[in-house]
């Protein structure tokens, strides 16, 4: 949130060493003229439009009088852990500060410094407390959190309208209202329409998607936070065919190999009635030139009718690798990068929900993003992955979770095959104590 990308993983390793080629990002234009600067080498996202990393990392070189590098990684979730598991396995120096998802703290902690030894008492005074919560493990500050998402529903408030349907509130709801709505669409003359646009490759995104479906039926979390393994359930079965039922019906068959951006162009682009995707979204939906400016309404995520709305808490947090030669200046390049004003910015201009909890009751950041406000309960009340609780072994949780999810979407599996086939997989995982 695994794909296949251009450069091979080698050579991506090969080319963070060498500070050279494609994923180096101008780390000169980040250079200040001081001869006792230190050098500070950050890795941001993928480098485009909406990659505020970059930007930040200069205006702290500049402020400061040190250097930073900066790094391109790849976009998909899991082929940037892969990246980063490789560098830390070997004890690489190359990278001192890593954007990291909130469901690696515990997976990558054992390479990642306490931050709290390099900066202030109060320096997580004002985050909302279970995110600095998520950061921490064994009583280490070892990630702090910079920008934070939950799950959200957006749909074409016109052709509700249109229609004279209504918000759906449960998942049957936005079924039944998708199929209705694109049948008649499609009788209009648009055939590309669909009624539903989801994350369904098989990647951490679908594990996301899949634990809402799942909580919002009453099925649990996975493994709850005693440890124990509760996904063999007939709630969470349910939850995965109701899922499947889409494809090829309200969501078409390339959902399958959908990720973020590929379900939010179907959206965008005026083909779909209803969207699953983080709130990074409303921004770019309203954007000059978006064909759905103006006709796009957020609401919070359906759920089963055993269940309530819940959202999958995502969102990305900086730490310093244990291996970096500086970690007093990277440690302060974090701090620099989350602290208020850089968050406000962050959230105004790239329309990232910031972790600092007053700033949702900011006047500037309301007006540019009115969403934000509505966005507040959700995220304090969202549903976390099981990440903590399983610590190194969240991985292959997760990937034991989107395969099989993705096997019930492929139809080869039935809900029910799934989750009882997972339940003796995370048994087997989590065997000996997570």
């Not at 920008?147 to 759906?168: H, N």
């Not at 379900?263 to 009635?273: C, D, I, P, T």
């Not at 304090?380 to 019930?408: E, I, K, L």
Request: net charge negative.
């Amino acid at each position: 949130m695994p794909s296949v990308i251009s450069t091979p993983r080698q050579r991506m390793l090969t080319t963070l060493k060498g500070s050279a080629g494609a994923l180096l990002l101008s780390g000169a234009s980040l250079t200040a003229p001081l001869a006792l600067a230190t050098e500070v080498t950050i890795a941001c996202g993928p480098g485009g439009d909406s990659d505020m990393c970059p930007e930040l990392a200069q205006q702290w070189a500049e402020q400061s009088g040190n250097r930073v590098n900066v790094i391109s990684t790849p976009n998909d979730t899991t082929e940037k852990l892969s990246l980063y598991q490789q560098l830390l396995s070997s004890g690489s120096s190359d990278i001192d500060v890593l954007i990291v998802d909130m469901a690696w703290p515990g997976l990558l902690d054992d390479h990642l410094v306490d931050l709290s030894r390099y900066l202030p008492d109060d320096a997580t005074e004002g985050f909302f407390p279970a995110l600095v919560d998520n950061g921490t493990v064994a009583g280490r500050l070892v990630a702090m959190p910079w920008y934070t998402d939950a799950g959200v529903l957006y749909y074409r408030k016109d052709l509700l309208e249109k229609y004279d349907q209504q918000v759906p509130e449960t998942w049957q709801q936005l079924t039944e209202t998708a199929r209705t709505i694109q049948a008649a669409e499609r009788d209009a003359g648009n055939a590309d329409f669909w009624g539903y646009s989801f994350q369904g490759r098989a990647y951490e995104g679908l594990t996301c998607n899949a634990l809402e479906w799942v909580a919002s039926q009453g099925g649990g979390t996975l493994v709850d936070d005693a440890g124990e393994v509760t996904i063999d359930n007939s709630r969470a079965a349910e939850a995965l065919d109701l899922a499947a039922s889409w494809i090829g019906s309200i969501a078409p068959e390339g959902a399958l190999n959908h990720t973020e951006e590929e379900s939010r162009g179907l959206f965008q682009s005026g083909n779909a009635l209803f969207l699953r995707n983080w709130p990074y979204v409303w921004k770019l939906s309203q954007a000059e030139g978006s064909p759905v400016a103006g006709k796009v309404g957020m609401a919070p995520l359906p759920h089963g009718p055993q269940g309530e709305s819940r959202a999958t808490l995502g969102g990305w947090n900086l730490a310093v690798s244990r291996y970096s030669e500086h970690p007093q200046a990277a440690a302060e390049l974090v701090a620099y990068i989350t602290a208020a004003p850089q968050q406000k910015a962050h959230a105004m201009k790239m329309g990232r929900n910031p972790t600092i909890e007053h700033l949702y009751q900011d006047d500037e950041v309301l007006a540019s993003n009115p969403s934000m406000g509505e966005l507040y309960e959700a995220l304090r009340t969202g549903v976390a992955r099981p990440a903590s609780v399983t610590g190194d072994a969240y991985a292959r949780v997760s990937n034991a979770f989107f395969n099989r999810t993705h096997q019930v979407l492929s139809g080869e599996e039935t809900g029910t095959q799934a989750v009882e086939a997972l339940g003796r997989e995370l048994t087997r995982i989590g065997r000996r104590g997570w």
